[in-house]
């Protein structure tokens, strides 16, 4: 089995900063793509950042130069700094995995509880 948790996220004012943090836990043997994705209320859940094992990321359009994606491979953790955040930043944040097990060559995909990030004065 395979787990995906997330911590980090919170409330916090515009202009402020988070870090939200999301390691794989379990029979994991590899993994490929990491990325975080968020869902508004009401709207459809969008990408926000992706990491490959080999250290290239990506990121959406809405939050280039101000989220940062991460990975330390060697703790199956991926991390989404985020900074200058703004009340359309407001939406559940999720992680998601492409993990292969122990004992398997497909890959399939993981993800996280979902953590909310509220931006608000």
């Known amino acids: 089995q395979v787990q995906l948790v997330e911590s980090g996220g919170g409330l916090v004012q515009p202009g402020g900063s988070l870090r939200l943090a999301c390691a794989a836990e379990?029979?994991?043997?590899?993994?490929?793509?990491m990325a975080w994705y968020r869902q508004a209320p009401g709207k459809q859940r969008e990408l926000v950042a992706t990491a490959t094992t080999g250290g290239s990321t990506t990121h959406a359009d809405s939050v280039k130069g101000r989220f940062t994606i991460s990975r330390d491979n060697a703790k199956n953790t991926v991390y989404l700094q985020m900074n200058s955040l703004k009340p359309e930043d407001t939406a559940v944040y999720y992680c998601?995995?492409?993990?292969?097990?122990?004992?398997?060559?497909?890959?399939?995909?993981?993800w996280g509880q979902g953590t909310q990030v509220t931006v608000s004065s």
């Open positions: 998601n995995a492409r993990v292969a097990q122990t004992g398997r060559t497909f890959y399939n995909d993981y």
């Open positions: 379990g029979s994991i043997r590899s993994i490929s793509a």
